[in-house]
């Protein structure tokens, strides 16, 4: 099946409908697995399931729920982790047309009231250790959400009232929330079409990526409430009788014992993940040739890129996506010729029209960068993009402005038709694969009195690909030194999930500004830059919840 066959012929209309051949044709394979040396319950226990056994337990739960009323119409957060219950309860709902709200559960419990309140989820289901910084978070809410531990018995579902739901490609399976730019976070609406043709792209990619059918093992230690690990792995191991094997985190001094126990074939990676491993000190077994055929992610530093595939022995293939494009806008390295070590995310796919603009909105010229626009092409140039941001038309509308997704990244192209990433033109800090909105950061800082200005932007950090960095201008009489520095971390980190707090503070007599008084970010951006490399910011990273980790 080539690229272009899979997106005239979807194989399925939902998630569920992806996963219910290969549970008939490979009932005996496993299809997740656990290592036993994860966080996740039941502790230091591997946990496996073959396809009989998910399909199961999918088929018991989904009865389970529908008892309890719930259906089309109905939206569930999930507090599960990265555990095989999230992907048993993802299938579940699905096949009930249950739409699924996924939860970082390390988030403050005012920022978790957020998304449970703003996505108007039915119920919270959530891992028992999680119950109590939940009930916290519901506390929050002016409405009643009832909050249940998974396997518990189930409250009766609130009445829906009849609408325009149609079973199928274009029902909603899941909102998944991703930063923005105006500061909180923005609920991507996914139908079961984003889903299906992320996995049937995936699959008919080849080359490199050629997976084959009842034999992959991909191992993710990326989170399930993340576009990556929910919409591309997990599906395309599922369409093809694969195992998804789910880490809850990556730890660079355990990560190759667990590709080397639980057999993966094949690995999903963020850009910081080849710069922590490179790190390690050379061992005679670092080659995985006979064993991984490819690493498939982004970011990856360009000076790491060819180290790390001649220590390690397979190849990484970088690509280029969105939460928001899905299969609609995505580029990949997967076949030759693909420029490693160039941020080359290979050329668009033919479904696909692509254009770069300057600043002023024209065309940027062969070899100059520009704000990469998307669509895709023929009379619906959002097929296969996210359905819309949720309860945010003017959002929506922005972003798809003039028939073209705007995506904020700025790439070029070469004379070939090739594309390269250079940078970030939103206002976005992406640390470790988490983006972080520089404007939701800002509003904690706005409201401690004795600040007279701030900005927050992203610094460059060899191992999180950028750290934040907060530049605060304070009122006369108040002392800038690191104590001060220390104390405003600690005060904003109470209301920020710990990857969002500052992990370099800096005090300055004035920041950057337009002639129209707002932040020259841009500006703002080099000053940080020249403060970091001069010694004059204050580092706190190592006062970061697991920031010296990879969380």
């Keep these: 099946m080539t690229i272009k066959d899979s997106f005239l012929n979807p194989p399925a209309t939902s998630v569920f409908g992806i996963f219910a051949p290969s549970a008939a044709l490979y009932p005996d394979n496993e299809a997740l697995h656990i290592p036993g040396a994860c966080r996740v319950p039941p502790a230091n226990n591997p946990h496996s399931r073959t396809y009989r056994d998910l399909a199961q337990s999918v088929d018991a739960l989904a009865d389970h729920i529908a008892a309890a009323g719930y259906g089309p119409g109905h939206r569930i957060a999930t507090a599960l982790d990265n555990s095989a219950d999230f992907f048993v309860h993802f299938l579940a709902f699905n096949k009930l047309g249950v739409s ?44 009643d959400v009832r909050l249940v531990c998974a396997g518990a018995e189930i409250p009766a579902a609130p009445r829906i009232l009849p609408g325009a739901w149609q079973p199928g490609l274009s029902a909603e399976a899941a909102i998944l929330y991703t930063s923005g730019t105006t500061g909180k976070p923005k609920g991507c609406m996914l139908a079961n079409e984003y889903f299906v043709m992320l996995a049937t792209h995936y699959v008919a990619m080849g080359g490199y990526c ?30 093809t009788g694969g195992c998804l094997i789910q880490l809850d985190r990556f730890s660079p001094s355990s990560w190759w014992a667990h590709v080397r126990d639980t057999r993966a074939t094949c690995l999903h990676y963020l850009g910081v993940m080849p710069a922590m491993l490179l790190n390690k000190p050379e061992a005679p077994e670092d080659n ?3 064993q991984i055929k490819f690493g498939f992610g982004a970011g990856v530093d360009p000076k790491h890129q060819l180290n790390f595939e001649k220590r390690f022995g397979f190849p990484l ?7 928001e494009t899905g299969a609609g806008g995505w580029m990949s390295c997967e076949a030759e010729p693909r420029y490693p070590g160039r941020r080359c995310v290979g050329v668009p796919r033919a479904h696909m029209d692509v254009k770069l603009v300057a600043e002023d909105g024209s065309a940027a010229p062969v070899g100059t960068p520009g704000e990469l626009l998307v669509r895709t092409k023929g009379d619906n140039p959002r097929r296969y993009f996210f359905s819309a941001y949720y309860k945010d038309d003017a959002a929506t509308a922005e972003a798809w402005a003039d028939g073209w997704f705007h995506t904020g990244d700025v790439v070029q192209a070469d004379a ?50 950028e750290e934040v960095c907060a530049l605060l201008v304070l009122k006369a009489g108040t002392a800038g030194d690191e104590a001060k520095a220390l104390a405003i971390q600690a005060a904003v980190s109470s209301a ?21 008084n707002k932040l020259a970010r841009g500006e703002v951006k080099k000053l940080a830059r020249a403060l970091l490399e001069d010694g004059a910011l204050h580092d706190l990273r190592n006062n970061k919840r697991g920031s010296r980790k990879a969380s």
């Design 496 to 516: 920020l999930v710990y990857f969002k707090s500052p992990g370099w503070v800096g005090f300055v007599d004035a920041l950057p500004h337009t002639a129209s």
């Design 100 to 143: 699924i709200v996924p939860l970082n559960a390390a988030m403050p419990p005012k920022e978790l009231a957020y998304l449970i309140g703003h996505s108007d989820s039915a119920l919270v289901m959530t891992a028992p250790h999680h119950e109590t910084h939940l009930s916290a978070a519901a506390s929050y809410l002016d409405r």
């Design 288 to 290: 995985f040739s006979e």
């Design 416 to 465: 070939d038709g090739f594309y390269y990433f250079v940078d970030r033109n939103k206002n976005i800090v992406r640390r470790s694969g988490e983006n972080i909105a520089a404007v939701e950061v800002e509003s904690i800082f706005a409201a401690y009195p004795y600040i007279e200005n701030l900005a927050v932007v992203p610094v460059p950090d060899d191992i999180r690909g």
């Design 210 to 239: 050629a997976l084959e059918p009842g034999k992959e093992r991909l191992i993710t230690p990326l989170p399930v409430n993340h576009m990556n690990a929910m919409a591309c792995s997990f599906p395309a191991m599922m369409m």
């Design 317 to 323: 293939i970088e690509a280029w996506a969105m939460t």
